[in-house]
């Protein structure tokens, strides 16, 4: 079983964040994943490729869970959505 803390060090240990967010959707039982990622990896990416990014960067973890939503933004982006 996957928990909230292992996805986010993982995140952190291989994606460079400047800001996560994981909700557990599942209800405790780590099978439906949330995330948002803010990183600067993700500059000149499209969305597909920062999926393929993280999927990659995440895909022991990821193959243990039934549903995992991200929401990947680099840091340009991520200030321009809080200004709103």
């Known amino acids: 079983m996957v928990n ?3 996805l986010e060090l993982l995140i ?3 994606l460079e964040p ?7 959707m599942s209800g405790g039982c780590g099978q439906n ?3 948002i ?6 500059e000149g990416k499209s969305t597909l490729a920062r ?3 993280v999927n990659h960067k995440l ?3 990821i193959k243990d869970i039934h549903a995992f939503t991200q929401k990947c933004y680099s840091p340009a982006q991520w200030e321009a959505l809080q200004a709103k």
């Open 4 to 6: 909230a803390q292992q």
């Open 12 to 14: 952190q240990n291989t």
């Open 18 to 24: 400047t800001h996560i967010e994981i909700q557990d």
């Open 33 to 35: 994943f949330e995330v």
């Open 37 to 42: 990622i803010v990183s600067p990896l993700f």
């Open 51 to 53: 999926h393929r990014l």
């Open 59 to 61: 895909q022991e973890v």
